[in-house]
């Protein structure tokens, strides 16, 4: 009898090899899947191939809300992958959360700080150590754009795939923007607690449909880290995958988005969205 080649099998999920997942993020997944099953009624298109589990591999999502990475988080666990985030340092240094999220194996990057590229080689390397998948958000922040689509963000993303060799599969959400209100960044009193409360007891009231779309990996086979203008051409790539794939999640809201948020400022602009001429490559 011939052996067969273990080679020759495409993988699936039930032949990958195990991913060690953090126990206490395992818990907190299970909570968020409770947390996001009363704020609304999750809806998952796409997927990541079988082929790509286990190896360096970065989610980039656009950012709508403070409740959307609750969502992909939700998201994740049904196509059965358990991602780590890469956060900003005041989430990690906060009572009670931050230890939390440090003991969870999330990776901490301070955007503003002198250690930015300490951050992103601490990205690289656990990217090349494989297992759970990192979620990025380019953008960096909330979109500020009238519209909600994704602004500029900058390019650390890219540089981070480009460096580590990390496949990049762009994540594309909405719906999370109406289960809380932007609000105040500073809380600074119970008052101002009150627009995040009230906004999602409303969600849970309404039950606003929570759309996320993982989409085909981003070609960037022909770019290299350090080769000029790669790591701009690699952003734009990725957040133009993005756009694509949140295009038909909100084919009825191609403007504006129908919900409004009084308190999210709207003083972005967005060099993606579909009808925005400057789409086609030619902004700086």
Same mark, same amino acid.
């Given at each position: ?127 090349? %150590?494989? *297992? $759970? ?13 009238? +519209? =909600?689509? #994704?602004? /500029? ?73 350090? %080769?000029? *203008? $790669? ?13 694509? +794939? =949140?295009? #038909?999640? /909100? ?34």
């Amino acid at each position: 009898m011939v052996a067969r080649n273990a080679q020759s099998e495409p993988p699936t999920r039930r032949n990958l090899p195990a991913v060690s997942t953090p126990l206490l993020w395992r818990a907190l997944i299970a909570v968020d899947r409770v947390v996001i099953g009363v704020t609304g009624r999750l809806e998952v298109t796409g997927d990541i191939p079988a082929s790509l589990r286990g190896r360096p591999l970065l989610l980039a999502s656009n950012h709508i809300g403070n409740v959307d990475p609750l969502v992909l988080v939700a998201a994740c666990r049904r196509i059965r992958v358990a991602p780590r985030f890469m956060l900003a340092g005041g989430l990690l240094d906060a009572p009670v959360l931050g230890p939390l999220l440090k003991r969870s194996g999330h990776l901490r990057v301070d955007r503003r700080s002198a250690n930015v590229g300490e951050a992103m080689q601490r990205s690289v390397d656990a990217l090349r %150590r494989g *297992g $759970d998948p990192i979620a990025v958000y380019p953008e960096g922040r909330i979109s500020l754009d009238p +519209g =909600l689509w #994704p602004e /500029r963000a900058k390019t650390g993303v890219a540089r981070i795939a480009l460096t580590s060799g990390a496949v990049v599969v762009p994540v594309s959400q909405w719906g999370a923007h109406e289960a809380m209100y932007w609000g105040n960044l500073h809380p600074e009193g119970w008052r101002d607690l009150l627009p995040y409360a009230t906004s999602w007891w409303h969600s849970i009231r309404t039950r606003p449909a929570l759309k996320v779309h993982f989409g085909s990996p981003v070609d960037l086979s022909d770019l290299s880290d350090g %080769r000029a *203008g $790669d790591a701009r051409r690699a952003h734009e790539r990725i957040m133009r995958a993005i756009t694509a +794939g =949140l295009v #038909p999640l /909100r084919a009825d809201e191609p403007d504006l988005p129908t919900f409004q948020d009084p308190t999210r400022p709207t003083t972005g602009s967005s060099p993606w969205r579909p009808t925005d001429d400057r789409q086609d490559g030619t902004s700086s």
